[in-house]
């Protein structure tokens, strides 16, 4: 080798060793970069999920809203449980009852909890978490009046449209003169203003405001109904993942006695057992199964 070619090689060394420091160099940042992206990736699965939920807020005691406009109410109470088991931040919002289902759908929000009953319409199109709540239907009428659920051919009888006891009302009562209207409050109204002569409705609900000044001259005419759709869920999207999540959270609350608290606060013990109390409470002591032909609507409470 001659002098000139080891001239030329040791300048292409020099040349080339700050390169590979160089790259050392970036090698070695990125080697330490790659915890840290790590560390934020975890960081992002750990932030709490941001969840919207809307409800019907006319439906004492389920949803409802106070003189300042909160919404509270028992579903009000077990969703914050429910958001706080999870860790969730959850923001609840009122809509109207015909556009829950909907709403849910076109994705304005990411579930739906206002006494909705699941049936099998119903889980046609939207997802239901295990039941929370089970509730059957009562004939409101009067006092001292005699209406009774097998005299109400050609009787204006008022219930909330696309629930539980107005789909009853179509299925078993056709040649009544039903009376639709879009919250309980309106039904309500055209009872005590002697528009109707009676009401079917939610038990619980019914009972509610029986206790109320307004419905102090009223009374549950009957037996309770039951439909076979008495179980209420919180509806999602088909497929939601939201479903699996909201399932184990209320499984944890019953398990820790959250939701026997809460439940209690409102009802005095656990769903069930509290509804059917009230019932009897109110001289309701026999329970009519209604074997349905055909399931009820899709909207239906």
């Known amino acids: 080798m001659t002098l000139s070619m080891t001239s030329s090689m040791s300048k292409k060394a020099l040349l080339l060793a700050p390169l590979s420091a160089a790259m050392l160099l970036l090698a070695g940042c990125n080697n330490s970069s790659a915890p840290a992206e790590s ?18 807020s006319s439906y004492k005691p389920f949803s409802y809203t106070d ?68 509730s059957g239907i009562i004939l409101i009428g009067k006092k001292g009046d005699d209406i009774s659920i097998d005299s109400l051919k050609g009787q204006p009888i008022a219930s909330q449209r696309s629930t539980v006891a107005s789909q009853y009302l179509q299925d078993e009562h ?79 609350l019953k398990d820790n006695g959250t939701y026997d608290q809460i439940t209690g606060s409102y009802f005095g013990t656990s769903s069930t057992a509290a509804a059917q109390k009230a019932v009897v409470t109110d001289g309701v002591d026999e329970v009519i199964v209604v074997e349905e032909d055909a399931p009820a609507e899709a909207a239906t409470n």
């Open 39 to 56: 560390a934020d990736a975890d960081t992002a699965t750990e932030a709490p999920m941001n969840i919207k939920i809307a409800t019907e």
């Open 67 to 134: 003189a300042d406009g909160k919404l509270i109410g028992y579903e009000i109470e077990l969703v914050d449980a429910l958001c706080a088991q999870m860790k969730a931040e959850c923001e609840v919002i009122s809509q109207d009852w015909d556009g829950l289902i909907p709403g849910l759908n076109a994705q304005k929000f990411d579930a739906a909890i206002a006494g909705m009953s699941i049936t099998p319409e119903r889980k046609e199109v939207v997802d239901f978490s295990d039941p929370y709540f089970h």
């Open 174 to 252: 056709a040649d009544a003169d039903i009376k639709l209207y879009d919250t309980q409050d309106n039904a309500y109204l055209d009872l005590t203003s002697g528009r109707v002569r009676g009401m079917m409705s939610d038990k619980v609900t019914g009972i509610d405001w029986l206790k109320t000044d307004a419905g102090k001259d009223y009374e549950v005419k009957g037996d309770e109904i039951s439909t076979n759709d008495d179980a209420m869920g919180i509806a999602f999207r088909k497929g939601d993942p939201l479903v699996a999540k909201f399932n184990a959270a209320l499984a944890e």
